[in-house]
């Protein structure tokens, strides 16, 4: 027993290691973990919810997915401070003040504290990625603010990508006055949630950074929101639609469905082309493990992941939607090898299936989905040890759990609501256990729940 305990603990501990390690592009992880900040409030937000700074004006801002990042210059931090902090020169810097001196729309163009954050991100050439962002005003013209992103090779100064159409390491993203930066929003204003667009020329790794700052002045600071895929604003309660660029601006005109695909994992995408999608690889380039990122929301869409070799794979889903199919397949050729896999949905009438299996190595499988008719599908076969930790609420629910092979098998399992039914089956292996909660919401009973556990 003591051993059984702990090699869950081991386990359990490596596929949370995993989990912390992804690369977090959109906070979901509730934490800046992969980022760092600076020069003021940069907080995780889950959303603003009715704001109002002046105007008659009351805000929503929320987030995709559950989590948000928010920069709100409040320190001592400069705006030199924060622009070299990203990563740009002394050249760079009073280019983009002499921009916003000749824009400055009536205002003092002068900038003084900010706030930023960043992270390393490792991009391909002939690739186009993106980012949303919202700014948001809490000051009235002609006290102009506004914000930028910045995109920095790690060793070559010289490279110098595309953003926004523009060649050049940065991009002025939302102002306060009209006729600054790439969008302006007038007094007390939002630019809706945007996309900065950005490819670089040559393959490598990057550093990606936000800003946003205060002109002329430290009070009324103005907030600049970022997240991975668009979420929404409303003002006064009514949806709000991001405001377009200001003219002349070479800044995206059409919101489309964002990529930031890092790396060079196998993995089959399909989506209804009417949603917004997106695909995230990353690759540790030291170890070569295969880490994949998918973020669907929307309804009717398919996504399929395949990874295979010698290496440890690692696999990560997010769904928000209905009627929409997961499909995760693992393998491994080595005795080392580690499969993980992560899929959070949420939504009715969804299929998730994920299958692990290789020849020695341990497996783990997290699942979380929520809301009513969705089937859920765990098949963990062959040597290694099996972990499967599922927890599925709502009505109408069928889960099916396999675990096979010549080591040890543990799964825990929570379902909470009505006509859940359970198939649990423990084949062969040193050790056989599991852990069931069930809180059936039907006065008349649920669907059985069945156990079997043998060689």
Same mark, same amino acid.
């Given at each position: ?338 499969? @993980? %896999?992560?899929?959070? $949905?949420? +939504?009715? /009438?969804?299929? &998730? !299936?994920?299958? #692990? =299996?290789?020849?020695? *190595? ?24 099996? @972990? %499967?930790?599922?927890? $599925?609420? +709502?009505? /109408?629910?069928? &889960? !099916?759990?396999? #675990? =096979?092979?010549?080591? *040890? ?24 256990? @599991? ?14 729940? #069945? ?5």
């Amino acid at each position: 027993m003591k051993r059984w305990l702990a090699w869950v603990t081991l386990i359990i501990l490596l596929m949370w290691a995993y989990r912390a390690s992804a690369q977090n592009i959109g906070f979901e992880d509730g934490n800046l973990s992969n980022w760092t900040a600076g020069g003021g409030d940069v907080s995780i937000s889950t959303g603003v919810n009715n704001v109002t700074y002046g105007g008659g004006k009351t805000w929503t801002v929320t987030p995709y997915g559950s989590r948000m990042a928010m920069l709100y210059p409040s320190g001592s931090v400069t705006f030199d401070g924060a622009v070299s902090s990203l990563g740009l020169n002394s050249t760079e810097n009073s280019a983009i003040r002499q921009f916003m001196t000749n824009n400055a729309g009536g205002g003092n163009p002068t900038p003084t504290n900010a706030t930023w954050i960043k992270r390393t991100v490792t991009l391909e050439a002939g690739k186009t990625y993106s980012f949303a962002w919202n700014y948001l005003s809490t000051d009235y013209t002609p006290f102009n603010d506004g914000s930028m992103m910045t995109l920095v090779h790690t060793t070559l100064g010289s490279v110098t990508p595309t953003l926004n159409n523009s060649q050049q390491r940065y991009a002025l993203l939302g102002f306060t006055n009209p006729g600054t930066g790439n969008y302006s929003t007038d007094s007390y204003g939002s630019t809706g949630w945007q996309l900065a667009t950005f490819s670089v020329p040559v393959t490598g790794e990057y550093v990606l950074g936000f800003a946003t700052f205060n002109l002329g002045d430290t009070i009324l600071s103005p907030q600049l929101f970022i997240d991975e895929i668009q979420g929404t604003t409303a003002l006064n309660g009514q949806p709000f639609n991001p405001i377009p660029p200001n003219p002349g601006s070479t800044a995206p005109t059409t919101p489309t469905a964002p990529s930031l695909c890092c790396g060079g994992s196998s993995a089959a995408f399909s989506a209804n082309p009417t949603n917004a999608a997106k695909i995230n690889t990353f690759t540790n380039r030291v170890t070569q493990d295969s880490k994949v990122y998918v973020e669907q929301i929307g309804n009717m869409n398919t996504i399929t992941l395949n990874q295979s070799g010698t290496r440890n794979n690692y696999a990560r889903s997010y769904g928000n939607g209905h009627s929409n199919t997961v499909n995760i397949d693992q393998t491994g050729t080595s005795s080392t090898v580690v499969n @993980y %896999a992560d899929v959070q $949905v949420i +939504g009715n /009438n969804n299929s &998730v !299936s994920i299958t #692990q =299996q290789s020849t020695g *190595g341990s497996k783990g499988a997290f699942v979380n989905v929520q809301n009513n008719n969705n089937i859920i599908s765990v098949e963990q076969k062959e040597s290694g040890n099996h @972990y %499967a930790e599922i927890t $599925v609420s +709502g009505g /109408n629910k069928n &889960v !099916s759990v396999l #675990q =096979q092979g010549s080591a *040890g098998h543990m799964a825990s399992i929570t379902l909470t609501g009505a006509a859940t039914g359970l198939n649990l089956e423990q084949v062969g292996g040193t050790q056989q256990f @599991y852990s069931i909660t069930h809180n059936c919401a039907t006065a008349g009973g649920c669907a059985p729940i #069945q156990v079997k556990q043998g060689q």
